[in-house]
């Protein structure tokens, strides 16, 4: 089936011309015209635009780039001109918003060729570590459709893990694209804060999101990577570093890469199938030539704390420009301009953006900005100093990506603060704005993917697209295998 070919046998193919962009494309869309009822993966169809793109596509006929008529998903917050865009809130579904820009990430892939053929599904405004969250309700795992696909960004690790595209993109704001990435036995990556833009996809917590990709596998990733990555004009916090050629740096060596195994990240709770996949991924890791270092990051345990202060803080902020005026959900009957802005945020938000608009509201007020704010932006400098020393010392940090494999759909649905644990592994990172990335390292008794964690420092992403390339190629030499649906 072409739909579930990498990206570099999908680029050999249309390269020889044995396939055609178009039958691709045309691929994707059968699968998940087939599959995705099972899922709920997609929640936007962009067809009709998709397969005139690749016919363009084919007519040219070069593919010189390794993303030339290869399809993909877009998480539903990415922005593209012409296509509907909702955050899966209601608060623009209803009006089915349709931006007139695009994000900066859709129109790099657009002009090396790549194809967008669908929005998937997420947590309401990205924020949920299970897609239950969303107005379009839950996507499912394809490995045990009883299951979640994880979160935010499930639809689009969901969708990829059961071939419906080559490729897709996600936010990682506190976890988004490793958590479902694990649950889903595929790899993604969020990059140094910085190293992608974040011009033209909603924004959830402003010094805390990231864009980055989903792929079947580490070359995948790392050609995804490059293609999105570097300065951006439009948005202002984008680096000017120069971009590494990340695949030409893969090259399945671990000599004297040292490994870092942080004690804090193997503590009780977590399932033994999954302390086992890591401790035999560090294994891998040692015998291909790296030396294992047992180090301790004793700040980890105040980084899920601190993360849920500083987030729901900019959500409160970030979410104020949905008044239901300007777009988005309309109302009538208002008597005031109050009694509009109450009535369009309380119809159009869910409980859990709520709850995020209230937390952070309370906690920017004047009487308690010096105890949470403050105290949480000094302890979030506690934590990146921490890093930055461990990092003095080895190279990579390994750890789970949750301390779990993929819960039951509905297993946290009145507990709002053991869904906040389930990004226990996944916060520091974000505090300390390091790159992380998530690589499938073992299935469980019953079969659900184990994600590996690969940390490195600021700027570190080809040092840890390497060791995760290292692992993949001598752990699963036939690649990981796939969900049966
Ligand atoms: N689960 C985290 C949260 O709900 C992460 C969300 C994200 O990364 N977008 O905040």
Not at 66 to 79: M, Q
Not at 345 to 374: H, Q
Not at 421 to 430: G, H, I, K, S, Y
């Amino acid at each position: 089936m072409l739909n579930s070919l990498t990206i570099t046998q999908a680029h050999d193919k249309l390269k020889t011309k044995e396939i055609s962009s178009v039958e691709l494309t045309q691929a994707c869309i059968d699968r998940i015209e087939s599959i995705d009822t099972k899922l709920n993966a997609i929640v936007h169809k962009n067809y009709d635009k998709a397969l005139a793109n690749a016919k363009r596509i084919d007519e040219a006929g070069a593919f010189e780039h390794p993303l030339t008529g290869i399809p993909y998903l877009a998480k539903d917050v990415f922005c593209e001109e012409g296509v509907p865009t909702t955050a899966s809130s209601n608060m623009l579904r209803n009006k089915d918003y349709v931006p007139p820009f695009s994000s900066t990430t859709t129109e790099r892939l657009n002009a090396v060729g790549a194809i967008s053929i669908a929005k998937a599904n997420t947590d309401e405004f990205t924020m949920g570590a299970s897609t239950e969250t969303s107005a379009f309700g839950v996507t499912r795992n394809p490995w045990d459709t009883s299951r979640v696909a994880g979160g935010s960004s499930g639809g689009s690790a969901a969708g990829l893990a059961a071939d419906e595209a080559l490729f897709s993109l996600g936010t990682d704001t506190g976890g988004s694209i490793r958590q479902p990435a694990g649950f889903c036995g595929i790899s993604g990556i969020r990059p140094t804060y910085g190293r992608t833009s974040r011009y033209g996809v909603m924004s959830m917590a402003s010094s805390l999101d990231t864009i980055g990709p989903f792929a079947k596998n580490i070359e995948d990733l790392a050609i995804l990577l490059e293609a999105i990555s570097g300065k951006d004009p439009k948005d202002g916090t984008t680096s000017s570093r120069p971009v590494p050629n990340y695949r030409s740096l893969l090259t399945g060596d671990m000599k004297n890469m040292k490994i870092g195994l942080p004690k804090e990240y193997f503590v009780e709770g977590i399932q033994p199938a999954v302390e086992k996949a890591v401790h035999d991924a560090a294994t891998v890791l040692q015998n291909l030539g790296g030396e294992l270092i047992e180090i301790s990051l004793p700040h980890t345990k105040y980084a899920i704390a601190t993360y849920y202060v500083l987030c729901p803080c900019e959500v409160s902020s970030n979410m104020a420009r949905y008044d239901g005026i300007r777009y988005g959900h309309t109302v009538s009957g208002a008597e005031s301009l109050l009694d509009y802005y109450e009535q369009a945020r309380s119809e159009g938000f869910g409980p859990e953006v709520k709850r995020r608009i209230m937390i952070g509201t309370y906690a920017l007020s004047a009487g308690y900005y010096d105890a949470y704010y403050r105290q949480a932006q000094k302890v979030r400098t506690v934590i990146k100093n921490e890093f930055d020393e461990a990092f003095k010392k080895v190279d990579i940090i390994i750890s789970p990506v949750s301390p779990h494999v993929a819960f039951p759909v509905g297993a946290h649905q009145n507990d709002p603060l053991a869904m906040y644990l389930e990004d226990v592994f996944l916060t520091a990172q974000v505090m300390a704005g390091i790159p992380a990335l998530s690589v499938p390292c073992g299935l469980s008794a019953d079969k659900l993917p184990i994600g590996l964690q690969i940390m490195g420092p600021q700027w570190g992403e080809e040092t840890i697209l390497k060791a995760a390339h290292a692992y993949e190629k001598a752990a699963w030499p036939d690649g990981f295998g796939r969900a049966v649906l």
